[in-house]
């Protein structure tokens, strides 16, 4: 990945995320906090995440997909994983990476209420809002970002690049050698 391509630096992103630890830290104290991350996009955002909340907290996991290697959202949602234990009662706190068109997080939300937490949040490292078909409410968000198709830190072109420690941006002549290499 071409340097002049970063998007966010490391610092950035990690500057943010310790000021969201600590107004989650603030608004969750005395609450049952169950984080949820959304896999696989919110791993890295998640990590660095949690370890800024100075409160007792379980974790948990589930896989979604709208997207397939395209860059386009295809607007199918499909859970791949669910949850290993049960919310009811609980204060959950939901994880993403990036909420594009928002029709993942309308739909995951919707199903999850159903499951009766006490309380349901989301905090969301990326929010592009050109883009937004739903209302979602991203009541912790890191950065609002143009409509370019970002990579890195967690998030990935046809599953490359999770590992990158700063966001990027692909260029469409990038897009296209991915797709030659195939
Ligand atoms: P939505 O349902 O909000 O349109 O899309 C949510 C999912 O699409 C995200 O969790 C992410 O996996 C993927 N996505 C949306 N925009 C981008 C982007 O700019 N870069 C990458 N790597 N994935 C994206």
Do not use: W
Not at 9 to 34: A, N, P
Not at 35 to 54: N, P
Not at 74 to 88: F, Q, T, W
Not at 143 to 166: C, T, W
């Amino acid at each position: 990945m071409n340097e002049q391509n970063i998007y966010l630096s490391e610092k950035q992103i990690q500057k943010r995320i310790q000021e969201l630890g600590e107004t989650i830290t603030q608004d969750m104290k005395g609450k049952d906090l169950v984080c949820i991350g959304i896999l696989k996009g919110s791993i890295i955002f998640m990590a660095d995440l949690i370890r800024h909340i100075q409160l007792p907290l379980s974790i948990d996991f589930m896989a979604a997909s709208s997207y397939g290697d395209a860059m386009k959202s295809s607007g199918v949602v499909k859970i791949n994983m669910d949850l290993a234990h049960p919310i009811e009662g609980k204060d959950v706190l939901i994880i993403e990476d990036i909420v594009d068109t928002g029709l993942t997080l309308d739909y995951l939300l919707k199903h999850l209420k159903m499951r009766k937490p006490k309380s349901l949040t989301l905090c969301s490292l990326l929010l592009k809002p050109s883009k937004l078909k739903k209302p979602i409410q991203v009541d912790y968000l890191g950065f609002s970002i143009d409509d370019r198709f970002v990579i890195g830190y967690g998030l990935d072109h046809a599953e490359k690049f999770r590992n990158l420690p700063y966001l990027a941006y692909v260029e469409e002549e990038d897009s296209e050698n991915q797709k030659e290499k195939k």
